[in-house]
Nanobody
Framework: AQVAESGGGLVQAGGSLRLTCTATGDIAKIDTMDWYRQPPGKQREFIARIFDNGETKYADSVRGRWFISRDRSIYTFGHVAYLQMDSLKPDDTAVYYC????????????????WGRGTQVTVSS
């Protein structure tokens, strides 16, 4: 499976961005699609998760400001999740990663986490 993020960029404080995560390849079943971030000089941290049944979880730092969703359209290529980020703050500046926990044709029935390469989000004050 392959995972790719898009939608990052430079935005002023108070603005919004929507990140897109697209998972493609030999995916048989998805358990979760997650977003993580790694601020400059800090460790990677969990931001949001959406389960295949639609249940969601958020880090305290973004709950109420950001919203994770899945694109269930039959016309969408691949497995797609979005992260709508509103009320952005300079502290949200980070590389944002998507991680997809999926069972694939070659995972012997196990769920394996697949990571994207990240997309940079920079929030100016």
């Amino acid at each position: 499976a392959q995972v790719a993020e898009s939608g990052g960029g430079l935005v002023q404080a108070g603005g919004s961005l929507r990140l897109t995560c697209t998972a493609t390849g030999d995916i048989a079943k998805i358990d979760t699609m997650d977003w993580y971030r790694q601020p400059p000089g800090k460790q990677r941290e969990f931001i949001a998760r959406i389960f295949d049944n639609g249940e969601t979880k958020y880090a305290d730092s973004v709950r109420g400001r950001w919203f994770i969703s899945r694109d269930r359209s039959i016309y969408t290529f691949g497995h797609v999740a979005y992260l709508q980020m509103d009320s952005l703050k300079p502290d949200d500046t980070a590389v944002y990663y998507c991680a997809v926990n999926a069972r694939t044709a070659t995972s012997d029935g196990y769920f394996v986490m697949h990571w994207g390469r990240g997309t940079q989000v920079t929030v100016s004050s």
